[in-house]
């Protein structure tokens, strides 16, 4: 083939690809696309996690728990807050299994709480009375049947190594979750027990999706003791990090007591562990430490140089003397009750305010062998001579309060209790029902019991 034919050619392909490009144009724009729907996006609203559970309300005495202070060791942070600032990875989260275990030390109180996932609880494995029975069902049972025995795996934790494996061994006991001066350390028993279970072998029928706190009491029916519980659970619950109020299970066989309803208040939802009718798996537990080892128990034997102040004072001026802790758990019992807590601070009152607690015949325990415990027999002879004795004082002046707690739900109880300087007056002996209104107290007040 000649050059001038190649070239013929070529001129020729070149002119039908224009002749073919012209028509594309033409035709595009002669049959325009039709124009296309806009994209529709999906936008999920923002869900709130685990939207069962109570929030937290808003305290004006609240300080933010996380992230951890890290405050020295004895101050009034240490002792109240979060002083749990060493922190434990026994077993980090992990993609072949869904156990995780880990625990938060504090040097201060010489104690721990931990937490973990992946967890089963086997109620038939934890030797212990049913609990929750009203107190009349149960009179006689002696208390070493309502306190939990564990068999070993009465907890267990799906973890990367074998089966049956002790999770915690004596040596991390004994430094982090002291035996101490507590004869029968529960929580320490219950963490000794529990076992590895390899992944997939967990067999958990009922998961509970959303945080729970785990408590082993003792003086369940007991003011003091109690309070001791409330605070070492809703420390453990805030040093977690859980953004609402999680659910509870008592880890005993106590029976139920006017106190509970507190508890009910306090937490999301409050159930015995006997009351699953089978093994429960968490996927986040909580493990309180008991109230033996808070600092409102600790401060019956130890010195504690702490001073209640306002949060806002600690916000400007921090000091490890003082700490505003109290006030903020004082600020969380009302406002659990549906009680005002903004603008707590009440007006100092002119005079002296006296405050009789009223207490009625009641029994203690099942263990008391359903004898009851009787009022005075002079009760209103007292009352009403100190009432008109207060009426008729002239040097000061004297508010007299008359304090029948024993049939008020504890929302009633705690309702008068704004005004300072209440000199308590107790009527009979401790241990009563009509006790359960003390605890807003503040460290200035007195008490004399009759």
């Known amino acids: 083939m000649s050059r001038r034919q190649r070239g013929l050619i070529l001129r020729a392909l070149a002119f039908l690809f224009f002749i073919n490009a012209a028509s594309v144009v033409l035709y595009l724009l002669l049959h325009p696309r039709p124009s296309s729907p806009p994209r529709q996006t999906l936008t999920l609203a923002p869900t709130t996690p685990f939207p069962s559970l109570k929030p937290w309300p808003s305290l004006p005495s609240f300080l933010p728990w996380l992230p951890p202070p890290n405050p020295p060791v004895g101050s009034c942070e240490a ?28 040097k201060t109180l010489r104690s721990s709480v931990c937490e973990g996932g992946g967890i ?107 309070v001791t519980d409330w605070y070492s659970a809703y420390v453990s619950s805030r040093i977690t990090g859980l953004s609402k109020r999680p659910h509870l299970v008592f880890v005993d066989g106590h029976c139920k007591a006017p106190l509970e309803e507190t508890w009910e208040a306090l937490f999301s939802t409050v159930r015995y562990a006997k009351h699953f009718s089978g093994p429960v798996c968490f996927r986040h537990a909580i493990f309180s430490p008991l109230g033996y080892e808070t600092a409102l128990f600790k401060g019956l034997s130890e010195q504690i140089n702490c001073h209640g102040t306002s949060a806002n004072i600690l916000h400007e001026n921090p000091d490890d ?90 929302k009633e109880q705690l309702k008068p209790y704004k005004k300072p300087l209440w000199l308590l007056v107790l009527m009979g002996r401790s241990h009563s029902p009509g006790l359960s209104n003390t605890k807003h107290h503040c460290a200035r007040d007195h008490q004399q019991q009759l």
Request: aromatic share 10%; glycine share 8%.
């Open 79 to 106: 002792f109240f807050g979060h002083g749990f600032s060493d922190r434990v990875d026994l077993f980090p989260i992990s993609p072949s299994a869904s156990g995780w275990f880990r625990c938060h030390h504090s």
């Open 120 to 226: 089963r609880m086997d109620p038939g494995r934890i030797a212990m009375s049913r609990g929750g029975e009203r107190l009349e069902e149960v009179i006689g049972r002696g208390e070493d049947d309502e306190m939990p025995k564990f068999e070993a795996g009465a907890f267990e934790i799906e973890l990367d190594m074998p089966g049956d494996s002790k999770v915690v061994d004596k040596a991390f006991l004994d430094r982090y979750l002291r035996q101490g001066q507590v004869g029968v350390h529960t929580m320490r028993s219950l963490l000794d027990s529990i076992r590895a279970v390899e992944p997939g072998k967990l067999g958990c029928s009922l998961w509970i999706e959303e945080p729970t706190v785990l408590v082993t009491r003792f003086e369940y029916a007991n003011l003091f003791h109690t």
């Open 321 to 410: 003397t003082r700490t505003a802790r109290l006030s903020e758990f004082g600020e969380m019992l009302r406002a659990a009750f549906g009680l005002v807590v903004d603008g707590m601070q009440a007006k100092p009152s002119t005079g002296h305010n006296v405050l009789f607690v009223r207490r009625e015949d009641y029994l203690a325990h099942p263990r008391h062998t359903g004898k009851v415990e009787s009022r005075l027999s002079n009760e209103q002879e007292v009352f009403d001579s100190v009432s008109k004795w207060a009426s008729n004082h002239s040097i000061c002046k004297i508010n007299m309060a008359n304090g029948l707690f024993a049939h008020m739900h504890m």
